[in-house]
Every structure is written in structure tokens, then in C-alpha cells.
């Protein structure tokens, strides 16, 4: 296993947030990480995060965060492969002051 | 941890595979140094890191025995798994139908639940025969049928149900079929959408050569999304989904999935499954049969000191008594030479009494991928000792 080599892909919280990204609330962790593979081979990148509270169904939840530029596609491609998430309205990650 | 001076020859692979594979091996120490965080719980990179070792089991399991990966639902064992699938689908009134070769996984479970007044269930004749075993299952078929269970592969002898068969009888009959898959993951051929299962119950121990503690159900389509619901919790708590919520959530794997999971061991079945799509199973099927004959022939010097039950032919399993020694003590006198098997009933009581066995119960012999012909020469030779009395009483 290379620690160094999955951080990157899985290294997520929500102080770490890019301008423009965007989160896509999703039902379960199994399902944001098969969200991030699926993403990944339609080319889009992704993050698996776990968002704060106000962004998940319930408390807790986790999701993956995409660009803003390709949101839509993100939402798109994750329509297609059966997954649908929680709200699909555009929320920005909070970010660093 | 102190090392036995003699050699051992390890031939009880239907309790649990050993020794694991290199790769498991490698991957348990790997990612109890490097990974070893708690999934679903936090952000953070190192249980990020555990979460993506365990979404990496659930899609091997999927690519493996078909399905979808978030219908993979880890359990401790099989035993486990059966108890989950079982008490979380059916409903007050059920009837159920077990074959009599189910290990007490099943049996006991599935009494208790009757014992309680909340189902009812028969048995029926285990069979290789399509056509004899659907015609079996007609005739104990009830108007408040609602599953029925097959055990694989027998943890006693070679038998193997035809469950792709079995499946088919409880589509058209609207059935959940259950099959405990114990002996014959990673040997036999298994797809839970070609072959209708709806839950499919496996240890990651066996022969997936992942360490104890893992294991799965692997729902099918019946409870797909929203469709999880319908089962029933089995162990509520947290799994970082939800927390404001006071019930599980409604969909798989969330739903029967709570506390901690057994990252180390999840990780280790998900290399045991690699290791054994590297050889490929009918590379294992073949060699398991190479070493059953091996067996069988080699006891034929000695038939008239002991009986071989047989059932289903050559495979990974060899089940035998002693005329003259109960089957404990010669269990023991073979480990005394280093020889690893297991006596008595296998928890396996109504097969048992199918094979008419002694009442002390016979000696099972099981082959993995691991043993070599050595090894079953040095079983025959001990036999061979022991039996005409070269070998002194315990």
C-alpha cells in the first residue's frame, strides 16, 4: 500500500475546500466513493468529503466535491450510473479565512 | 506465540484455510501499520484511507459474485451472515424451506426463530438431481412458503446442490432463495443474478483465504435502494450516516451495517479474493480432486479398518471413520504426528444422520490450495500406523 499515493484522492475535510467546488451530497460513504470512481473514468476529478452537518441529510453524511465547472457533468454522470444525490442544488463549500 | 517443533500438515481447510497466502499476509500487517482508521467515521486521510480498503472488498465481491458492491454487507463470519439474512427477511408467519445437509448456522437459527412461534419450516432431501430436487421442493412447497435455503456445497462430503436450479424454482414461485456458500466460495462458480439469489452468505476465511473475522451477505436486486427497507435491522447503532436519525437508515449497506467494521480483515478477503482469481477456480477444483483421489486410493490399503462416506464424488472434502477408534481420538492421535483435522459432528447433525455415520461421529479430511501430495502421503502413512496398531493409544 502507498500511504503517500491515496492521499491525495482521499484527503478531504471541509477546511481544505478549492474556490468553485462544489458539493454532492450523497446517501452513504460506500456510495460517494463509488461516485469518485465513477467520476474518475468519465474524467471528471472528485473528492470524497465528509461535509460539515448543515451540508448532509440527518447530521451526518458524506459526498464528493467537483469543480464547479463540472458540476453539471458531474451530476450528469452520477444520474446515469442509478445514483442520485440528496439535493442536487449547487451548495459551495465553506471556505478558509 | 510457541512454535511447534514438528512438522505440520494442515488438512482442516473446510474450518478455515491455512496457512493464508503471502499477499494476505503482506496486506494484514500493511494495513494494521499504515490504515487501520475507523471507515465512516471521520474526514480525516487515515479513516479515508480504511473507508477506501473496505470499498475495495465490497467492489471485489461484486465483480466477483456479481451484484452491486452497495448490497455488500460485511459480517464477522458466516454464521453471521446467515443469521442477519435470515432473521432480517423474513416475517411472523413465514414457512421455510432448509435442505438436511445445512450446517447449524442455519439450523439453529431458523429452530430458534420456530421455537419462538414465528415461522414455520421443513426439510428437504439435498440433492445433485435438477429435476428430483425441484420436484422435492414442489412437494413441500406451502401457501406461506416464503424462502427457501440451500447449503452450496456440504461441509461433510462432496455434495453439491444445483443452485442455479433452486433459483430458478423460487423465481417462478416468488421465493427468496438464501444459500449458504461456506464451502464453495472461491471453488465453485456463484453468480447471484445468473443464479437468482437474493442473499448470499459467505465467510472470508475459507476459501477466500481472508483471515477470521470476515465475511459478507450479498443482497441481490430484491433489496436494491430504496428496496432495503423492507429487511428488517439486525444490530442498530452508528455508522456516521444519519447521526441525528434514531432509526438505521433505509438502504444497504447502511441499513445492517453498524459499528466499527473489521478493516484489517475486510482488507485481507479482499486480497484473498485476488489471490484466488489469480489461480483461477478451476485450477483449485482440479487440484482439490487430485488430492481427494489421492486419499481415497491411498485408504484402500486399509479398507477393512475403516469406512469412507462417500457422497458427490472426488473433491475438497473427505469424511472417514475408524472401525476400531473413535473418530476424537483418532483426530488426536494424528495431531500428535502433526496432522491437522477435525472429528465429531461438523455441526452438520442432520447430514450426519443422511451418512449414517458411527455415534461418535467420523474424521473429516479437507484439501486447499496449499496442501501437497506429500502431505497426503504423510497422512496415509500415520493411518496407516495408527490403524495396525504401530502408533500407542493416547
Not at chain 2, 247 to 275: N, Y
Request: glycine residues 8%; contains cysteine.
Amino acid at each position: 500500500m502507498n500511504n503517500n499515493k491515496n492521499k491525495p484522492n482521499t484527503q478531504s475535510n471541509t477546511h481544505r475546500a478549492v474556490e468553485n467546488e462544489q458539493i454532492i451530497p450523497l446517501r452513504s460513504l460506500t456510495q460517494a466513493i463509488k461516485a469518485q470512481k465513477l467520476l474518475r473514468v468519465a474524467s471528471v476529478n472528485a473528492r470524497v468529503i465528509k461535509p460539515s452537518s448543515k451540508y448532509a441529510e440527518e447530521g451526518c453524511g458524506y459526498g464528493v466535491a467537483v469543480s464547479g465547472l463540472e458540476y453539471d457533468k458531474a451530476i450528469g454522470v452520477l444520474k446515469s450510473n442509478g445514483i442520485a444525490p440528496l439535493n442536487v442544488n449547487r451548495r459551495e463549500l465553506p471556505r478558509d479565512r | 506465540m510457541k512454535k511447534r517443533k514438528l512438522q505440520t500438515i494442515y488438512l482442516d481447510n473446510a474450518a478455515t484455510t491455512f496457512p493464508k497466502p503471502r499477499t494476505v499476509r503482506s496486506t494484514a500487517y500493511d494495513i494494521i501499520k499504515n490504515a487501520c482508521g475507523n471507515p465512516g467515521r471521520s474526514g480525516h486521510h487515515i479513516s479515508m484511507l480504511a473507508a477506501e480498503i473496505v470499498y475495495r472488498c465490497r467492489r471485489n465481491i461484486a465483480e466477483y459474485f456479481g451484484g452491486n458492491e452497495e448490497n455488500v454487507v460485511f459480517t464477522s463470519s458466516a454464521t453471521h451472515a446467515l443469521n442477519l439474512g435470515i432473521k432480517t427477511s423474513l416475517r411472523k408467519g413465514d414457512h421455510v424451506l432448509i435442505s438436511d445437509i445445512e450446517h447449524n448456522s442455519v439450523i439453529r437459527p431458523i429452530t430458534a426463530l420456530a421455537e419462538r412461534g414465528l415461522i414455520s419450516f421443513s426439510v428437504y432431501r439435498a440433492d445433485t438431481e435438477p429435476h428430483r430436487l425441484v420436484s422435492e421442493l414442489t412437494a413441500k412447497l406451502r401457501p406461506n412458503t416464503a424462502m427457501v435455503i440451500a447449503c452450496h456445497h456440504s461441509n461433510i462430503c462432496n455434495l453439491i446442490q444445483p443452485i442455479t436450479d433452486i433459483g430458478g424454482f423460487c423465481r417462478k414461485n416468488g421465493l427468496i432463495f438464501l444459500v449458504d456458500a461456506s464451502q464453495s466460495a472461491g471453488i465453485l462458480d456463484i453468480d447471484i443474478e445468473r443464479d437468482g439469489i437474493d442473499i448470499l452468505c459467505v465467510p472470508g476465511h475459507k476459501a477466500l483465504y481472508g483471515l477470521s473475522g470476515s465475511g459478507f451477505a450479498l443482497f441481490g436486486k430484491r433489496y436494491s435502494d430504496e428496496n432495503g427497507a423492507i429487511l428488517g435491522t439486525f444490530i442498530e447503532g452508528g455508522n456516521g450516516i444519519r447521526s441525528m436519525d434514531a432509526l438505521m437508515p433505509s438502504f444497504l449497506p447502511d441499513r445492517l451495517e453498524a459499528g466499527t467494521l473489521a478493516v484489517p480483515a475486510i482488507g485481507t478477503l479482499s486480497a484473498g479474493i485476488d489471490f484466488v482469481k489469480g489461480l483461477g477456480k478451476n485450477r483449485i477444483i482440479e487440484w482439490e480432486r487430485q488430492l481427494y483421489e489421492r486419499t481415497f486410493n491411498g485408504m484402500k490399503a486399509f479398507s477393512d479398518k475403516l469406512t469412507v462416506y462417500e457422497s458427490g464424488g472426488s473433491g475438497g472434502i473427505l469424511l472417514f471413520s475408524a472401525n476400531d477408534i473413535p473418530s476424537e481420538e483418532l483426530a488426536a492421535r494424528l495431531d500428535r504426528r502433526g496432522i491437522c483435522v477435525r472429528a465429531g459432528f461438523h455441526c452438520a447433525p442432520t447430514a450426519h444422520k443422511r451418512l449414517a455415520t458411527p455415534r461418535e461421529g467420523a474424521v473429516r479430511v479437507s484439501f486447499g490450495i496449499m496442501n501437497s501430495k506429500k502431505d497426503i502421503d504423510i497422512l496415509l502413512n500415520s493411518l496407516d500406523r495408527i490403524l495396525h496398531g504401530h502408533d500407542p493409544p493416547l
